[in-house]
């Protein structure tokens, strides 16, 4: 199946910096991609949609302002988490698809911050 | 709004032994249905989809999953559980009204005991 890969895997930083994480679609032209957050043994909660060369459409809850999300090509989004706080701390998982209708989400392998 | 439940958080099976993790789904239209693993600190990995056709989806890792449109179910199986089939699983929909985005249950931990 088609490959996404999200980096960095793991990131550990101190309360009030700046995080970016990356998610690439490697074999294949993601329109839209999604990212979501995971909570300790819990499901995974849609933060925003993106698509290519437009703005985000964040779930209401989601501060936009916070979690940053840029799609600026059919291939790469990201999400940057700005004044991390430790509540901010969490599995971030973004997922790509190649278009609208009945095709699967492929998912990357997933960030985990920490923030200190 | 299209949504998906799981109504067992965990479901231990012994190995060997055929496994159902449960899901009903509430959808207006045509149901697109999907079931999701997860590894521990891993993304998510693809099993099976319904779309259309017959009832019984055959999928990766020996999974099935069966629809019944009369009972809005759409239960994931397998004849015969594997410890390595551990993992939490998901069933989710796709929401073809809200930018296709897929809405997640909330997962089903599923314990294998050897």
């Known amino acids: 199946g088609a490959v996404v890969s999200q980096h960095p895997s793991w990131v550990i930083c101190k309360s009030g910096t700046s995080v970016k994480i990356e998610c690439r679609s490697l074999?294949?032209?993601?329109?839209?991609m999604f990212w979501y957050r995971q909570f300790p043994k819990q499901s995974l909660m849609l933060m925003a949609t993106?698509?290519?060369?437009?703005?985000?459409?964040?779930e209401q809850g989601v501060e936009k302002d916070k979690f940053l999300i840029n799609h600026a090509s059919l291939t790469l989004s990201t999400l940057t988490v700005t004044s991390a706080h430790p509540e901010d701390s969490s599995f971030y998982i973004c997922?790509?698809?190649?278009?609208?209708?009945?095709?699967?989400?492929?998912f990357g392998e997933g960030s985990r911050l920490t923030v200190l | 709004a299209q949504s998906v439940a799981q109504p067992e958080d965990q479901v231990n099976v012994a190995e060997g032994n055929p496994l159902t993790v449960k899901c009903t789904y509430s959808v207006s239209g045509n149901p697109y249905l999907f079931w999701y693993v997860q590894y521990p600190n891993r993304g998510l990995q693809f099993l099976l989809k319904?779309?259309?056709?017959?009832?019984l989806v055959k999928g990766s890792y020996g999974f099935e999953a069966e629809f019944n449109k009369s009972q809005t179910s759409f239960h994931l199986k397998k004849p015969s559980a594997l410890v390595s089939d551990s993992a939490l699983y998901f069933c989710?929909?796709?929401?073809?009204?809200?930018?296709?985005?897929?809405?997640f249950g909330k997962g089903t931990r599923l314990h294998i005991l050897p």
């Open positions: 997922s790509a698809t190649s278009g609208r209708g009945t095709g699967e989400l492929f």
């Open positions: 989710a929909v796709r929401d073809l009204n809200r930018d296709d985005k897929i809405i």
């Open positions: 993106s698509n290519e060369g437009s703005k985000a459409t964040y």
């Open positions: 074999d294949f032209q993601a329109t839209t």
């Open positions: 319904y779309i259309t056709g017959d009832n």
